[in-house]
C-alpha cells in the first residue's frame, strides 16, 4: 500500500508495559491507536525491553503489567483482526537487528540523544548508567526499522527517536547498500551518458558531496533524469553515486506526531500513575465519581458566592478535554460570576468521562474472563510480526555479508 504522498501505508508503535493504563495513557496515545487502524496497516508492540532498560531492579511483574496493558488496549478498540498485536520479548528478532546496528553506531549519536541526559537528571534514584540504557533510542531504531513503516506515530517526546532512527538507516544504507563494483558499474554507466555530461556529472557530484551545494545536485539529477539511453538500472545506480547513498535496504519513516490534549491529572499536574493523580480505564464508575467530586478547584472559591477563574482550576481542564463550546461558555460565565457551584460544574465532566469509560469497561469484562483469548491473539501477533522481522533480517544480514547458506 501507498498513499498519495509516496509514503508507504505501515506503522510501528510502541508502548512501555506500564500496568493498567488511565485516562492520561488513553488520550495521549491509545485512543490515536485506534484511529489509525482504520487508515493503515498497524503493528502496536508491548516494548518489555525498553521497560527493562530503566527498571531493571523491579521487573518482577513486567509480564503482568504487560498483559493488563494489552487488556486496556483490546478493550479501547484495538483489533486484532485490522492490527498485528504483540510483544517485543516474544519477536527476538529485534535483539539481533538491534546488536547488527549497534556495529555502525557512533557512541556519540547515543550520548546526544536528548532523552538520555534528560531521564538520567529525572530518575536519579535509578543507575542508569548502563549500556543498555545508552542504547534504548537504538532498540527503538531496530523495533522500528525492523517493519519499513512510512509512519511512526509518537508524541513529542519520542521525536528525537524517530531522528536517530532515520539517521541509521542512511548510514547502514550508505555503508552496506552498495553492489559489489559499484564503483565501477557506476562510472561505466556514466561513459553512457556521453563526454560532456559525464564530466559535468563530476564535477557536480564532486561540489555536492564535498561543499553540500544543492544547486549542483540538482542539475545533475536533472541531468540524469533527461538521459534517453541509458537502462533505469544504470539510472539508478548513478542517483545513488550521485548522492552518496546506496540502495536502500532499510527505510527511512518520518514521524507522525500525536496531537493531544493536555490531559491533566485530578490535582492539575501531568496524569501520572507516580503522581497518584489518576483514572484508570478500568476504574468502578463509582470511584471514578468520587475522584472527580473531591478533585480540588480555584482555591480562591471558599465560598459557593466566591467567584472564581476557571483557568486556575484543574477541573477547567478536564472541561477542555471533554466539554462542547456551549458547556464551556456555561462553566466560564458561571464560574466567574459565582453563579454555578463547584460540584454543579464537575456534573458534565463526571457524566463525559463515565460514558467514555463504560463501554471500554464492558469489553474489560470479557478479557478478563478469557484471558486464554487473550494469550491467543498476542500467540498470532507474535508470529505474523516474527514472519515479516525474518525479512528484514535477512535482508540485513545478507548486505552485511553474513550469509552462510
Ligand atoms: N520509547 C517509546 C516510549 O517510551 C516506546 C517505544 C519503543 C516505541 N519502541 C518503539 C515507540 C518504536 C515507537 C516505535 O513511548
Ligand atoms: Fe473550577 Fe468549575 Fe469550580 Fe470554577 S466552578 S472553580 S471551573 S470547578
Known amino acids: 500500500m501507498v498513499s498519495a504522498n509516496g509514503q508507504n501505508n505501515r506503522i510501528v508503535s510502541g508502548m512501555r508495559p506500564t500496568g493498567r493504563l488511565h485516562l492520561g495513557n488513553y488520550h495521549g496515545a491509545l485512543k490515536n491507536w485506534v484511529q489509525l487502524q482504520h487508515e493503515f496497516e498497524c503493528f502496536f508492540f508491548v516494548a518489555d525491553w525498553h521497560a527493562l532498560t530503566t527498571h531493571y531492579e523491579d521487573s518482577g511483574d513486567i509480564s503482568e503489567r504487560a498483559w493488563d496493558m494489552v487488556i486496556d ?35 556519540s549519536w547515543l550520548e546526544r540523544v536528548p532523552t538520555y541526559k534528560d531521564q538520567q537528571e529525572k530518575l536519579k534514584e535509578r543507575d542508569l548508567s548502563t549500556y543498555g540504557f545508552l542504547g534504548y533510542p537504538l532498540l527503538q531504531s531496530a523495533d522500528i526499522l525492523m517493519y519499513k513503516p ?23 544504507n550508505h555503508i552496506f547498500g552498495r553492489e559489489p563494483e559499484f564503483e565501477s558499474r557506476a562510472e561505466t554507466a556514466l561513459k553512457k551518458t556521453g563526454k560532456k555530461n559525464a564530466r ?31 537502462t533505469k538500472g544504470d539510472r539508478e545506480r548513478l542517483f545513488g553515486y550521485l548522492e552518496g547513498g546506496g540502495r536502500e535496504i532499510l527505510v527511512e519513516p518520518e514521524v507522525l506526531l500525536t496531537e493531544t490534549p493536555k490531559m491533566p491529572g485530578l490535582d492539575g499536574q501531568k496524569m501520572s500513575k507516580s503522581y497518584g493523580n489518576t483514572i484508570e480505564l478500568r476504574e468502578p464508575l463509582e470511584s471514578v465519581e468520587k475522584k472527580i467530586r473531591t478533585m480540588p478547584t480555584d482555591p480562591a472559591r471558599v465560598r459557593r458566592a ?78 505474523n510480526a516474527r514472519s515479516r522481522a525474518r525479512e528484514t533480517l535477512d535482508e540485513t544480514r545478507q548486505a552485511m555479508g553474513l550469509q552462510y547458506r
Open 150 to 172: 512510512g509512519l511512526v506515530p509518537v508524541g513529542e517526546d519520542q521525536v528525537s527517536h524517530v531522528e536517530i532512527t532515520r539517521e541509521i538507516a542512511r548510514r547502514f
Open 200 to 230: 559535468l556529472f563530476r564535477d557536480m557530484r564532486k561540489r555536492w558531496q564535498e561543499q553540500g551545494d544543492e544547486e549542483s545536485l540538482e542539475v545533475a539529477r536533472a541531468m540524469l533524469s533527461a538521459q534517453q539511453n541509458i
Open 73 to 107: 488496549w483490546l478493550s479501547a478498540g484495538l483489533n486484532p483482526g485490522s492490527s498485528t498485536l504483540f510483544i517485543q520479548s516474544r519477536v527476538p528478532e529485534h535483539a539481533e537487528l538491534h546488536l547488527l546496528l549497534s556495529m555502525v553506531t557512533p557512541l
Open 306 to 383: 466566591d467567584p472564581g477563574t476557571p483557568e486556575k482550576c484543574p477541573v477547567w481542564e478536564f472541561h477542555k478535554v471533554y466539554s462542547d463550546k456551549d458547556t464551556q461558555d456555561w462553566v466560564h460565565k458561571g464560574c466567574t460570576t459565582a453563579g454555578i457551584g463547584c460540584l454543579e460544574c464537575k456534573g458534565p465532566v463526571i457524566e463525559a468521562v463515565c460514558s467514555e469509560l463504560k463501554p471500554i469497561q464492558e469489553r474489560a469484562k470479557d478479557y478478563e474472563n478469557d484471558p486464554e483469548g487473550v494469550r491467543r491473539i498476542i500467540q498470532d501477533g507474535c508470529e
